[in-house]
T-cell receptor, first 115, second 115 residues
């Protein structure tokens, strides 16, 4: 069965600090996909990135970067030079072929960026 | 660009009352989902519909029913509301449950309180 663990319930940083949000997953499938979503205080869920199990390349998008490591079953998310607008709850999700690709979400990490 | 539209946005019910949450998407997506979000629990899947005419139970289906009215609409019904169903409900859609190249698109949520 698929499982996603986001051990950090809440992280508090000061603006301009770098911060990494951890995501550890469990799956028996060789074909699976990982996602990150952002939920700002307004409440909507916004898709950030997806990664399939065959592509371990790290990705950078502006101040955001993602580190996918199959060896440790992790898909961590780093925000460089954090800003107040980054304050949100961030969810990691996993969908696997054996699970009919129905996503399983982690419990989320609340990031608070102080000015 | 409406995307996924949920109605109502807020609702207060008394224990035992019934209610239907409406969801419609205009992206021609095959698959639709209902989640509930509770503090510290992340997103938990209630029901999903892989395609028009089919529905399946998710992780927490008890106390709920769904109807996939057509390709655009997927409603969630609480027949006899209970305080434990106080939550934020999200509807989502995706191109196809196997098309994991595409992420889910979420509505803005319905905040439901059961007194």
């Amino acid at each position: 069965a698929q499982k996603v663990t986001q051990a950090q319930t809440e992280i508090s940083v000061v603006e301009k600090e770098d911060v990494t949000l951890d995501c550890v997953y469990e799956t028996r499938d060789t074909t699976y996909y990982l996602f990150w979503y952002k939920q700002p205080p307004s409440g909507e869920l916004v898709f950030l990135i997806r990664r399939n199990s065959f592509d371990e390349q790290n990705e950078i998008s502006g101040r955001y970067s993602w580190n996918f490591q199959k060896s440790t079953s992790s898909f961590n998310f780093t925000i460089t030079a954090s800003q107040v607008v980054d304050s949100a709850v961030y969810f990691c999700a996993l969908s696997e072929a054996g699970g009919s690709y129905i996503p399983t979400f982690g419990r989320g990490t609340s990031l608070i960026v102080h000015p | 660009n409406a995307g996924v539209t949920q109605t109502p946005k807020f609702q207060v019910l008394k224990t035992g009352q019934s209610m239907t949450l409406q969801c419609a998407q205009d992206m021609n997506h095959n698959s639709m989902y209902w989640y509930r979000q509770d503090p510290g629990m992340g997103l938990r899947l209630i029901y999903y519909s892989a395609s028009e005419g089919t529905t399946d139970k998710g992780e927490v289906p008890n106390g709920y029913n769904v109807s996939r009215l057509n390709k655009r609409e997927f409603s969630l019904r609480l027949e006899s509301a209970a305080p434990s169903q106080t939550s934020v409900y999200f509807c989502a859609s995706s191109v196809h449950r196997d098309s994991t190249n595409q992420p889910q698109h979420f509505g803005d949520g319905t905040r439901l309180s059961i007194l």
